[in-house]
């Protein structure tokens, strides 16, 4: 059965840093072809893809220059590291994981397989 369970979440004012972590479980995706990825929802507005790395990485424009994905393959973890965060930054981000590659569909929710149950950003002003 596969886990995917994120923490680091928290509230920050805006030009805050928070890193967030996803560790897999149930899951082996010590391969770099498996894309591994982060999205956020916020109250109100549909989930959108922010960054995604496999062979490839990707990454939302409204957070390109700011976030950081990066990823330990031992350890089957993934990590979010959000810099310059604003207060649009805020909502629930959520883990994603899929055993194929990382495509251009990547910020399309329906292309991927596991999800995290999700952990709260709140960013003031």
């Known amino acids: 059965q596969v886990q995917l369970v994120e923490s680091g979440g928290g509230s920050v004012q805006a030009g805050g840093s928070l890193r967030l972590s996803c560790a897999a479980s149930g899951y082996t995706f010590s391969s770099t072809n498996k894309c591994m990825g982060w999205f956020r929802q916020a109250p109100g507005k549909e989930r959108e893809g922010v960054a995604a790395?496999?062979?490839?990485?990707y990454y939302a424009a409204s957070v390109k220059g700011r976030f950081t994905i990066a990823r330990d393959n031992a350890n089957n973890t993934v990590y979010l590291e959000m810099n310059s965060l604003k207060t649009e930054d805020t909502a629930v981000y959520y883990c994603?994981?899929?055993?194929?590659?990382?495509?251009?569909?990547?910020?399309?929710?329906?292309?991927?397989?596991?999800w995290g149950q999700g952990t709260q950003v709140t960013v003031s002003s």
């Open positions: 790395t496999g062979l490839t990485t």
């Open positions: 994603a994981a899929s055993p194929g590659y990382c495509s251009s569909r990547w910020s399309q929710p329906r292309s991927w397989d596991y």
